[in-house]
Antibody
Framework: QVQLQESGPGLVKPSQTLSLTCSVS??????????WTWIRQNPGKGLEWLGYIYNSGSTYYNPSLNSRLWISVDTSKNEFSMRLNSVTAADTAVYYC??????????????WGQGTLVTVSS | DIVMTQTPLSLPVTPGEPASISCRSSESLLDSYDGNTYVDWYLQKPGQSPQLLIY???YRASGVPDRFSGSGSGTDFTLKISRVEAEDVGVYYCMQRVAFPRTFGQGTRVEIK
């Protein structure tokens, strides 16, 4: 059973960089055809897809983030990370990492982390 | 971006009774290349991460009870629960994956009357 676990600071100051890591267990991040994905949920609101990284390092980001997001992968540690710069209060959210298949037939998100709340405040 | 609109946003239900949630997309979710429709449904139970219920319009995820079903075509989709149980409370989301960025509906909160 694949498990994902987010980690990182719970409080970030405005204009600084939000950094989170997702540790993957129960399977190798290098194997299979998966998009390793970040999704967030603003307090009391819905879900926003942020972007993904493939194990080759190729990425796709939500254009709504205005080039503030960068996702990387460390296959030796079986983890992937995100950095969101120039944060504002609007970036306060629960951040989830999730696994989605590359193939259309398996592109749904079958495994999710438990989520980590990040608050942007001075 | 493809906009996903769910109705209703709140749905009080009686255990044992059926329930239905609608989701409409701003563009067709039919993939003309392979003929599949790429809409998925997720349930976020209180205090938990979202969990996959239905994928590719009508396929139940592993372990999902058969009281859940997905249907629809083009831009109009429905999630049905044949007989609601207490454990079904939470927020239901539809999501499109025919295009990037993936987008979700606003969510429908299902609660027991």
């Amino acid at each position: 059973q694949v498990q994902l676990q987010e980690s990182g600071p719970g409080l970030v100051k405005p204009s600084q960089t939000l950094s989170l890591t997702c540790s993957v267990s129960g399977g190798s991040i290098s194997s299979g055809r998966y998009f390793w994905t970040w999704i967030r949920q603003n307090p009391g609101k819905g879900l926003e897809w942020l972007g993904y990284i493939y194990n080759s390092g190729s990425t796709y980001y939500n254009p709504s983030l205005n080039s503030r997001l960068w996702i990387s992968v460390d296959t030796s540690k079986n983890e992937f990370s995100m950095r969101l710069n120039s944060v504002t209060a609007a970036d306060t959210a629960v951040y989830y990492c999730a696994r989605g298949g590359v193939d259309d037939s398996s592109g749904f998100f079958d495994f999710w982390g438990q989520g980590t709340l990040v608050t942007v405040s001075s | 971006d493809i906009v996903m609109t769910q109705t209703p946003l709140s749905l009080p239900v009686t255990p044992g009774e059926p329930a239905s949630i609608s989701c409409r997309s701003s563009e067709s979710l039919l993939d003309s290349y392979d003929g599949n429709t790429y809409v998925d449904w997720y349930l976020q139970k209180p205090g938990q991460s979202p969990q996959l219920l239905i994928y590719s319009l009508s396929y139940r995820a592993s372990g999902v009870p058969d009281r859940f079903s997905g249907s629809g075509s083009g831009t109009d989709f429905t999630l049905k629960i044949s007989r609601v149980e207490a454990e079904d409370v939470g927020v239901y989301y539809c999501m499109q994956r025919v295009a990037f960025p993936r987008t979700f509906g606003q969510g429908t909160r299902v609660e027991i009357k």
